[in-house]
């Protein structure tokens, strides 16, 4: 078979609104699903409180520690920080969205580099707007996708550097408002805590969270989580969920499809959407091992940064929408029945 040279092309809608209705129709129940989930900060704070506690004890010890206590533990907290600003993107703690806000901040800061309140304006159109160039930045960019190729050593130098990539891309979205007073106390809040623990907790322990950081979300078995999301790896399936262990710690981030289908659910409920709609989901093609996905990702040349759909057609969705079309479809149909 031939390496790709293109994305996919897809003249069909993004296919999780269709499904959302056709669910709430043939299982109404999970209505009862969607809500927020206020214990989710407890979470955040066990998680910025390891991360310090961890900064601190690598603080002293050889540098080979440093590295190797950022790849088996800092990576896997990091990332589970990331699901926590996944959730407070989706205003899924509190009622108020400035709260949530500050705590996807609070979530952030041992991440170093500050992108919790630009990753929430970016995702929600992700939602909004899946494989629309200039609206998903969860796209490559073209130039990005050529650049790389399909070779293990680009690959693997792409996913070591995957928030650099991540970072130029929001350049291209040019309807989104790109810095606000959230954007920049977020910058503030991250720079103040990122110069204190090199101050004062040390070097050592500064390099642990910037090692921690980039194996997160890179050159790591996790790195999995990124392609698994919606990298095509059967037919023109766009969205893919993963079912296997690390979901235990890793906030059922795996549950993908579920999340776009009904992204007003928490974490801790996703798990319910597949098993009250399992005819849904157990069709569809997913993912039981991210280090298998990972390591396929790197060594077959079927598998790039062009196995993605794009379309162009934004379709009837308004650039304001707030990408709930659970809570969108139930309001519709009780103002029907009124």
């Given at each position: 078979?031939?390496?790709?040279?293109?994305?996919?092309?897809?003249?069909?809608?993004?296919?999780?609104?269709?499904?959302?209705?056709?669910?709430?129709?043939?299982?109404?129940?999970?209505?009862?699903?969607?809500?927020?989930?206020?214990?989710?900060?407890?979470?955040?704070?066990?998680?910025?409180?390891?991360?310090?506690?961890?900064?601190?004890?690598?603080?002293?010890?050889?540098?080979?520690?440093?590295?190797?206590?950022?790849?088996?533990?800092?990576?896997?907290?990091?990332?589970?920080?990331?699901?926590?600003?996944?959730?407070?993107?989706?205003?899924?703690?509190?009622?108020?969205?400035?709260?949530?806000?500050?705590?996807?901040?609070?979530?952030?800061?041992?991440?170093?580099?500050?992108?919790?309140?630009?990753?929430?304006?970016?995702?929600?159109?992700?939602?909004?707007?899946?494989?629309?160039?200039?609206?998903?930045?969860?796209?490559?960019?073209?130039?990005?996708?050529?650049?790389?190729?399909?070779?293990?050593?680009?690959?693997?130098?792409?996913?070591?550097?995957?928030?650099?990539?991540?970072?130029?891309?929001?350049?291209?979205?040019?309807?989104?408002?790109?810095?606000?007073?959230?954007?920049?106390?977020?910058?503030?809040?991250?720079?103040?805590?990122?110069?204190?623990m090199y101050m004062f907790v040390g070097?050592?322990?500064?390099?642990?969270?910037?090692?921690?950081?980039?194996?997160?979300?890179?050159?790591?078995?996790?790195?999995?989580?990124?392609?698994?999301?919606?990298?095509i790896v059967s037919g023109t399936q766009?969205?893919?969920?993963?079912?296997?262990?690390?979901?235990?710690?890793?906030?059922?981030?795996?549950?993908?499809?579920?999340?776009?289908?009904?992204?007003?659910?928490?974490?801790?409920?996703?798990?319910?959407?597949?098993?009250?709609?399992?005819?849904?989901?157990?069709?569809?093609?997913?993912?039981?091992?991210?280090?298998?996905?990972?390591?396929?990702?790197?060594?077959?040349?079927?598998?790039?940064?062009?196995?993605?759909?794009?379309?162009?057609?934004?379709?009837?969705?308004?650039?304001?929408?707030?990408?709930?079309?659970?809570?969108?479809?139930?309001?519709?149909?009780?103002?029907?029945?009124?």
């Open positions: 078979m031939t390496e790709s040279t293109d994305f996919v092309y897809s003249t069909e809608p993004e296919p999780h609104r269709i499904r959302t209705k056709s669910i709430l129709k043939d299982h109404p129940d999970i209505r009862n699903l969607i809500g927020r989930n206020p214990l989710t900060i407890f979470a955040i704070i066990g998680l910025v409180a390891f991360q310090v506690v961890m900064a601190w004890v690598v603080s002293d010890v050889s540098w080979w520690w440093v590295v190797i206590a950022a790849y088996l533990l800092g990576a896997f907290a990091d990332h589970s920080l990331f699901v926590m600003i996944h959730e407070c993107a989706h205003n899924l703690l509190f009622k108020k969205k400035a709260w949530n806000t500050i705590a996807g901040i609070f979530s952030n800061l041992p991440q170093l580099f500050p992108s919790s309140v630009s990753f929430q304006r970016y995702h929600i159109k992700h939602h909004s707007f899946q494989g629309i160039h200039e609206l998903d930045a969860d796209l490559p960019d073209l130039w990005e996708a050529k650049l790389i190729k399909n070779s293990t050593i680009g690959k693997a130098v792409w996913l070591l550097i995957y928030p650099v990539f991540q970072a130029i891309r929001v350049f291209r979205m040019k309807e989104i408002k790109p810095v606000d007073g959230w954007v920049i106390l977020n910058w503030l809040a991250c720079i103040a805590f990122g110069v204190a070097p050592k322990a500064f390099y642990y969270l910037l090692f921690s950081f980039f194996f997160s979300v890179g050159l790591h078995p996790l790195g999995g989580r990124w392609i698994q999301e919606h990298y766009e969205t893919y969920s993963y079912y296997g262990v690390l979901n235990t710690v890793a906030f059922n981030v795996g549950y993908h499809n579920e999340h776009h289908d009904f992204p007003s659910v928490p974490w801790n409920k996703l798990p319910q959407i597949k098993s009250s709609a399992a005819s849904y989901y157990d069709s569809l093609f997913s993912h039981n091992s991210w280090t298998r996905l990972w390591l396929r990702f790197l060594f077959d040349r079927q598998l790039g940064l062009y196995s993605r759909v794009v379309r162009k057609d934004r379709g009837k969705v308004a650039l304001t929408d707030e990408s709930k079309p659970d809570e969108d479809l139930i309001r519709k149909e009780e103002e029907a029945a009124a």
